[in-house]
């Protein structure tokens, strides 16, 4: 036994030089991997952000100030944000109840090729986002093609665009995929013995939908609200075109500022507080769904 223990000692040693030999090429082959992404984030993420955050605490001189913060409380401005908040809760609440069903039903079909779902889900994402708000503007006008019909059926006409039900239709359509994705992805992971085992122990469908399958499938519907809630938020090609001039969204208010009136410092202080607003909401989420884990066990 006393001459064991040296040996074995020198094998685990002589294993460990090893490992730690092989560790820094498997660690620069990764780094060289991920070098043209993070070219990438530097480029498009990284510095895009640090001119906001420059801008946006600056003024036209360049000298530090918080006015172009401030500004968020303006009249026009507060209200812009107050709209774009409601109207992105509701577009994110629409989707989730639409879309949670959905997932249901295809998890339900148990179809072997996921490809074929994702393909359909993602179908009408293959055009242009304007011109599918474009062709929602055609079919929601006076002359479009509901009041068409209406008209065909002898039926009052309705006024939908330029108004907020338009803008939300618009989001609810062009962002609705986002919704469905990660929910569904969610489900198809949800092994049926789990479901299966909780009927066997007496649970009705509502109760193993309530205590089993909505708890595991918290990290999709997490992931679909955040992906859906933040680009309805900062929206203003939906708003300008299915709103018109009558409906204004801070995302409209921020692109005025930059695109016709060339302020970036005001632009940028107002993307800021928008970015802060998102922030907040991702972290209230995000802990939400920390919190909520296993409060439902059995």
């Given amino acids: 036994m006393n001459n064991e223990n040296p040996l074995r000692n020198e094998i685990v040693t002589q294993d460990k030089k090893a490992k730690k030999k092989n560790v820094p090429a498997s660690a620069k082959n990764k780094t060289l991997l991920a070098t043209p992404y993070g070219l990438w984030m530097a480029a498009f993420i990284i510095i895009p952000l640090i001119l906001v955050l420059y801008y946006g605490l600056t003024d036209g001189n360049g000298n530090f100030t918080l006015d172009n913060l ?17 109207l992105s809760v509701i577009s994110t609440v629409i989707c989730l109840l639409l879309a949670y069903p959905l997932a249901l039903i295809l998890k339900s079909m148990k179809l072997k090729d996921n490809s074929f779902i994702v393909m359909i889900v993602i179908l009408p994402m293959w055009m242009n986002f304007l011109l599918r708000t474009i062709a929602w503007q055609n079919i929601l006008e006076k002359n479009g093609v509901i009041n068409t019909i209406l008209e065909a059926l002898h039926l009052p006409a309705l006024n939908i665009i330029n108004t907020p039900t338009a803008i939300v239709l618009g989001m609810v359509y062009n962002f609705l995929p986002f919704m469905i994705l990660p929910i569904y992805n969610t489900l198809a992971k949800i092994d049926d013995n789990v479901i299966n085992a909780a009927r066997d122990l007496g649970a009705n469908g509502w109760v193993t939908f309530k205590r ?3 708890p595991l499938s918290m990290p999709g519907v997490i992931s679909g ?3 859906v809630f933040v680009p309805s938020l900062t929206t203003f090609a939906i708003s300008t075109i ?3 001039s009558k409906i204004v969204l801070i995302g409209n208010v ?3 500022q930059f695109q016709k009136l060339g302020n970036w410092n005001t632009g940028s202080g107002l993307s800021l507080v928008l970015m802060v607003f998102i922030l907040v909401s991702m972290t209230a989420v995000a802990k939400y769904d920390k919190d909520s ?6």
Avoid: C, D, H, Y
Avoid at 70 to 86: D, E, G, Q
């Fill in 254 to 256: 921020i692109e005025q």
């Fill in 242 to 244: 299915l709103g018109g």
């Fill in 70 to 86: 401030t500004l968020i409380a303006n009249p026009i401005n507060r209200k812009a944000l107050w709209l774009s908040l409601k």
């Fill in 293 to 298: 884990e296993g409060t439902n066990a059995w």
């Fill in 225 to 227: 609200i955040t992906m």
């Fill in 212 to 214: 089993v399958i909505f």
